[in-house]
């Protein structure tokens, strides 16, 4: 009979819930619009600037969401029993591929906001 681990560590299920809910936000509402931007003649010239205004004020609150990921993940405590050690793991790896989720969507929306300073490998805004 196969045993059933123990779900009862907060500090798993709140990064785990966190990292979900950034998950399904970045490819839900950020990674549509960039799609749009990036096709060829998708969006007329006229209605361009107002696109990537859209999508910096997106990627503004990717960045909240991302913190809030962030901050669950420092909660998260090593020392763990061994009961806990499989939920830890995989709320671990989970964080880890959104963080990959993020770097690749962070890296699309330089290339759309500043060409040129992504060109440079440089951020085009402080913070």
Do not use: K
Request: charged fraction near 30%.
């Amino acid at each position: 009979m196969a045993t059933i681990p123990d779900l009862s560590h907060p500090p798993d299920i709140c990064l785990l819930l966190r990292a979900y809910a950034e998950q399904r936000w970045l490819t839900s509402e950020l990674e549509p619009n960039l799609r749009e931007l990036e096709r060829a003649h998708a969006i007329p010239e006229e209605q361009l600037g107002a696109a990537l205004a859209y999508v910096e004020v997106l990627w503004l609150d990717a960045r909240g969401r991302a913190a809030d990921t962030d901050a669950a993940f420092e909660c998260l405590d090593p020392e763990l029993s061994e009961r806990h050690q499989l939920l830890h793991e995989r709320a671990r790896r989970y964080y880890l591929a959104v963080r990959r989720l993020r770097g690749q969507l962070e890296a699309r929306v330089r290339g759309l906001t500043c060409p040129q300073e992504h060109a440079r490998n440089a951020w085009c805004s402080p913070g």
